[in-house]
Structures are given as structure tokens and as C-alpha cells.
């Protein structure tokens, strides 16, 4: 997603950061502040951002950046992780990640800027629509006939529904630090469980798959979602905003129509596809 919609009490801006970047910097500066939640590509996410950091320069306007605790993930192949990571904790980052981490450092840095400057890193997030590990295990009932999940099944991504990561982007635009970086999880699920509860709902078996056979479901970056972990803490981020969450069960998406949808609305993909 690289459209930017900048709302205000008069109206909105259209603007596409990889087309038309100085119609989203004009914008940006006219408004009160930025909440960057575009998905594009790192190398490109770091520019976007470093831009846009040097239009807001000694604006002392606010500016938070969704990042995500894909930064901290361990590549486990599908097996369980000891580790969790509060906001400042050391950590390897995620190879895939090099830039974003980068990103988040620049964003903080910025505070020194004369921008009051966060960052927000939640884990996944769920709610209305079809993203994250469930629907992606309804989808993979439609491509294999059984609720998939990779290896053991225990790799463990922290989650957090919609609502509440809405409610934290708010409090933090109220009341968060300049170079502030805020955590945001509500619970998490280990990868067999929403399989398992996928099987019960639809009458059909689980089924451990191997990387080879995850890409063919998911294709290869899916796959590696859903076999590695991201585990995460929030102590620091509940006591500085006053956040908590009120969805804390990522299992009660379980049976709804529009997840029941995804597992008949693929067709199987044969070897060679």
C-alpha cells in the first residue's frame, strides 16, 4: 500500500509516497500530525520516512511510525521460542528487517529534531477483514483439505486486535514521549492452536507441513510468517500510555462467515504451480 490519505477538519489529501511524494510532504506539513502506516517496500520506507522527518524538522509536530514486531521475529522453522522482547531490549534484528530497524532509529532520533517523534511496534494485528494466522489457516484448508501449520506448530506471534492498537496510535498522539517507542500486545497463540481450533470448526485434520510445502501454500514470505517467532512485552508501553486492551482472545474469530469463506475459495495447486 503506498496511498496516503491525510484527513483534517476541512477535508482530505490524496497522495501516493512512491509516485507523487511532494504532494504527501506539502501535506504533511500542513498537518497537526503524521501517523505514517503505508507498506512499502524497507529501502523505499526508509527514505519515505527520512523525507518526511526532514519536512517536519524543528516543526515540533507530532509524527508516529507503525512498525512491527517483525523486527524482533526468530526464524525457528515452527518450533517454540523462550524469547520475548520488552521495547528496549538488545536484539539480532530480522535480515529482512535491516532497513526498518533503521527507520525506527531514525524516528527516534528525530525527537532531537524538533520532532516529537515515536514509534509504534505492534505484533499482529487482528480484527475485521481477512489478514494474519488465522485466515491463512482457513486459506489453507481450501488449497490441502486440513488446517496447516508449520513443524511443531509452536512458533508464537504476539497479536493485538485492531480497536486497540487504534486506541494506543491515539493515546500515544495525546500523551507519548518525543522518541518514544511503544509495544502493543494483547495475547498470543501458537500456530497449532489456531489449527487445531480451524479443524474443529470446519470438521477437518491438521496437518504439519514442511517450509517446501508452506511456500506452496502461502507462498514463501507467507511461509516464513508462519514459521517464525515474535514474541513481545508491554509493561513500559501500558504504564507510560495507560493502554490496555479490551479484545484479548484472537481464537473468538474462530467460525466467523467471512473465515469459513477462505477455506472453499481456492482451488488446489497442483505440483507445478
Given amino acids: 500500500m503506498t496511498h496516503v490519505l491525510v484527513l483534517g477538519a476541512t477535508g482530505f489529501v490524496g497522495g501516493d509516497i512512491e509516485t507523487d511524494f ?7 506539513r500542513a498537518a497537526d500530525a503524521v501517523i505514517y502506516a503505508a507498506q512499502i517496500a524497507p529501502p ?21 511510525f507503525l512498525s512491527g514486531s517483525g523486527v524482533l521475529c526468530q526464524r525457528t522453522g515452527g518450533a517454540w521460542s523462550a524469547d520475548s522482547f520488552s521495547e528496549d531490549d538488545a536484539f539480532t534484528p530480522e535480515p529482512l528487517a535491516i532497513a526498518r530497524v533503521e527507520t525506527e532509529r531514525r524516528v527516534r532520533h528525530a525527537a532531537s529534531r524538533g520532532v516529537r517523534a515515536m514509534v509504534v511496534r505492534p505484533p499482529l494485528i487482528w ?21 496447516c501449520y508449520v ?23 495525546q500523551s507519548g514521549e518525543a522518541g518514544g517507542l511503544y509495544h502493543a500486545v494483547a495475547g498470543e497463540t501458537p500456530n497449532r492452536w489456531i489449527a ?10 491438521t496437518r504439519s507441513v514442511n517450509m517446501a510445502e508452506a511456500a506452496e501454500i502461502w507462498g514463501e514470505f507467507g511461509a516464513l510468517i508462519m514459521s517464525v517467532s515474535s514474541r513481545v512485552r508491554d509493561a513500559a508501553s501500558r504504564a507510560a500510555l495507560g493502554w490496555s ?13 467471512r473465515l469459513r469463506a477462505l477455506a472453499t475459495s481456492q482451488t488446489k495447486k497442483g505440483p507445478q504451480e
Fill in 245 to 257: 486492551p479490551h479484545h484479548t482472545d484472537m481464537l473468538s474469530e474462530i467460525g466467523e462467515p
Fill in 44 to 64: 523505499a520506507e526508509l527514505q519515505a520516512v527520512t523525507g518526511l522527518l526532514e519536512a517536519l524538522a524543528d516543526s515540533g509536530k507530532s509524527f508516529l
Fill in 151 to 173: 513443524g511443531d506448530g509452536l512458533a508464537t506471534y504476539g497479536n493485538v486486535h485492531v480497536d486497540d492498537i487504534a486506541d494506543l496510535f491515539a493515546r500515544a498522539l
Fill in 22 to 28: 511532494p504532494s504527501v510532504l506539502a501535506a504533511a
Fill in 196 to 205: 487445531e481450533a480451524v479443524a474443529r470448526d470446519l470438521g477437518v485434520p
Fill in 127 to 147: 480484527g475485521p477483514g481477512d489478514h494474519g494466522h488465522v485466515s491463512m489457516v482457513y486459506r489453507s484448508v481450501s488449497m490441502t483439505g486440513a488446517a
